[in-house]
């Protein structure tokens, strides 16, 4: 059976929110999201989903303070403790039982909350082995950024080229929180902070909320929609000890990335994606990932994003939101954020950077410092 | 809708204080698990892992902390989290991924390491009020049980020790299970009843302690079982979970609608349309004595205000007609929140396969329920297996 | 399974292998805060917390008072409409005497704290909260009680510029 998006509702993502609290932010969301799917979510709905990790919210079980704003008092609901786009894996499993036919999919970041961010990462580090050193947690981007230069002799003027591709483009995202005139000497020349990663290379936090309606096909034709197809889903976990991973290959995506293609009979992804959205929280994870995820050659990511490739006129549009470095890091949202991004851009709904000619898109995420988590999502219209 | 059944189930001993970290307790009931369905790791094609707040264990994003302990390593692993519910709920998600099509062996595994936290788990519970309505009276985890059980006493009634016989009936029961932390073969209601006063009308008795611990169920498809020629199994017949407004201070606490309304969900899918008569035995979430009562009414196996007659009457004694918590449950066998899944799913598991040794139900058994219950009183999952 | 199983993994520690430190610890302590945006309807809630009153808002479509005030109906799913005052006067819907603090730390004289429905918001709506100027053997379900506020210039914008719920005095109700 196949499952589609049949509606997108998302706010601004913006460096604070402080007229709102997360409730009042997750309830634009999904008004937003409901209204784009012409649905009730008091009647149409069997099943919603929140991603959400208790520290990034400062509550011991965020879960209680999730359903009155979604519509989901006393509906089945849960927390998912992972990205946005392994809610969306999990709906996309309810759905394919055949128990449940529309179900809400929920990723918020109010970064803004936390006082202290740099500390509740840290506190994701391993207690025995990493805590004790009291280095900053990104470090650890720090030292993989490094490993994938050196192994891929990627040269630095490469990430200052993804830095400068991703803010130009959030300029045409209204939605979008960094959006900036960036020069590859900018990027080049701003303070280092874990080398080799300079401040640019890091994106800034960012409040904002997603909110995704999924239907089966059934459904979304008794609901006279025109979804965007969910090919296919995958999500993998590399090592979460530092010590035991291979620093220089993002194995979590391109586990996630097979599992994901498999399932959407993808077979050469470098020539079937017609647009991507992939993670750039750190600017060198945009070609770990695009090399992970086979869109490029193991080397050839940091070639081609210098001759253009990457662009919104290039042969594979990355990131034409914005990404992360663009729109701004919102935490367990990013991937909910990449998969609204790409189902727009299907939906020739993208507005003013909407491309000419996409039918089948990728939004991939990473559950970010510590982890080695990810999720691929591939999305198609039409067939 | 793929048929899933559960063919392994292993747990720790539950203590207020074990050695092993986390990831360790992890791997300990997840080899039992394995290894009791005759399966390795290689055989596993997907993870889900159930956890309750990070703060006890001393990690933020738990999850990822614990993936290699729970044998998520390089294999697609989810962390799924609705408070005490997941003691249940974790096998729900488990469910979706075989159900779906998606996998053929999932693991489930839960776990909880309570005594990191210091100098006690119970501060934990300060960062689960709403920070502008509740933080600032200071409220202690028991208060709102308290309040709860207090509600449902007057509404019904119900004397304190008819309540005070669950805790009796329940650490008696676990006696016989291996890794029970406060069975006690001669406990009796006056023992409740004269043990110290938490919060009125919450007794020292009443409540089941925190612990350390973890466990671990394998799930598999119907053409896998039957590929391999698994024996001791039970199927998944129905599943169902549900949340309530947040508004805590808005809903009438004396009856469970969440629970209710999971129940109801997991019955249809099961074909089940009278409970009380098409159910051999349950395994409710009792954290407290009067919750278990309070579930067994959400469950539909007792009428509003019945549970504690029910009960009074010996029905729901291990060889009663309606045996309820025979594995002892938390007030029994300890409660490290998530990993209670040992006596909610493994407990059916074992009954149903007839492998609880001494605590097996004397009467032939072949449906069984088993719910959780969690956030701000406000969350219900429901399990119904069949043997 | 029971009946096949051998061994049943842990190692049991005592509390004082814990604190006597005779098993390896490694310590930390989270620097984890937050200050919450605290949003359209509880700023308002708090701001006339220190006026002295109760708000709550409405739902013109199931024609509830909520309170907690918020900005949207779980019911109906909509914004709710209207502002309106409630009474700071209320009933007990459920109570407890607690001899536990917040870290579980016994306590002698006990809090008695619970959940006050309050007049002119709908039926069971209310908030958590103390109970002052009565027993603990005169507590009782279904009493009828009203707030007692700290006098203006103490409150803060807080739950807690209410001191405590009592009993009603001759001529209230």
Known sequence: MRVGIIGVGMTAFRPSTPEYNWKELMFEAASRAYADAEINPREDVDSFLTCAEDYYEGFGIFDEFVPDQLGAALRPTCTVSGDGLQGLANAYMQIQTGLIDVAVVEAHSKASDIVTLDGVI???????????????????AGLEADAYLRVTRTSPKALAMVVAKNHGNALKNPLAAYGAAVEVEDAMRSPERFAPLRALDISNPADGCVVLVLASERAAKKLHSNPVWIRGVGWASDSPSLETRDWSDAAYARIAAEMAYRLAKVRRPATEIDVAEIDDRFSYKELQHLESLGLAKKGDAGKRVMRGDYGAEGRLPVNVSGGSLGCGNVFEATGLHRAAEVALQLRGDAGVRQLDRVRTGVAQSWRFIPSATGAVAVLGVGG | MTKVGVIGAGMTLFRRRLEETGKELCFEATKMALDSAGL????????????APDAFDGVAMKGEYLLDGSGGYRKPYTRV????????????????????????????VNEEKMSSCQPHPQSVFAHIWDPILDRPLKPNLVWIFAMEMNRYMTVYGVKKEDIARVAVKNKRNAVGHPCAQLADPNITVDDVLNSEVMAWPVQRLDISPPSDGASAVVLASEDFIRKRRIKDRAWI???GWCIDST???????????????AAKHAYKMAKIDEPRRQIDFAEPYDPFDYKELHHLEGLLLADKGEAPILTREGVTERDGKMPVCPSGGLLGVGNPIAATMGMKIGELFWQLTGQAGKRQIPHEVHTGVSQAWGDLMQYGSVVVMRG | MTARISRWPGVELSAADLNERKVTQTRFRPDAKYAWSAGEAMSRFLAELQ????????????????FPPRMFCEECFRPTDEWIFIQDTGTIETFSVSYL?????????????????????????????FFGEMTKDEIRIGMRVKAEWRPPRERQGSVLDIRYFRPLRKGEQ
Do not use: Q
């Open chain 1, 122 to 140: 840290e506190h994701a580090l391993d207690p025995i082995w990493n805590k004790p050193l009291g280095a900053h947690p990104f470090v650890v």
């Open chain 3, 101 to 129: 603090d917040t870290d579980a730390k016994r306590i002698a004289e006990p809090i008695l704290v619970g959940v006050v429905s309050l007049d002119g918001a709908s039926p069971k709506m209310g908030m958590m909260h």
């Open chain 2, 247 to 261: 508004m805590w201070t808005d809903r009438d606490l004396v009856f469970p609608e969440y629970v209710a309304r």
């Open chain 2, 40 to 51: 390795t790791r290689g055989d596993v094609d997907m993870v889900v892992c159930g956890t």
């Open chain 2, 237 to 239: 017949s129905g599943v």
């Open chain 3, 51 to 66: 006026n002295g009153r109760l708000i709550a808002r409405s739902c013109r479509r199931c024609e509830r008072i909520l």
């Open chain 2, 81 to 108: 989290f609705t408070g005490g519910g997941t003691g249940v709920f974790s096998t729900i998600a488990g469910w979706w991924h075989v159900a779906s099509g998606l996998a053929d062996v999932v693991l489930v």
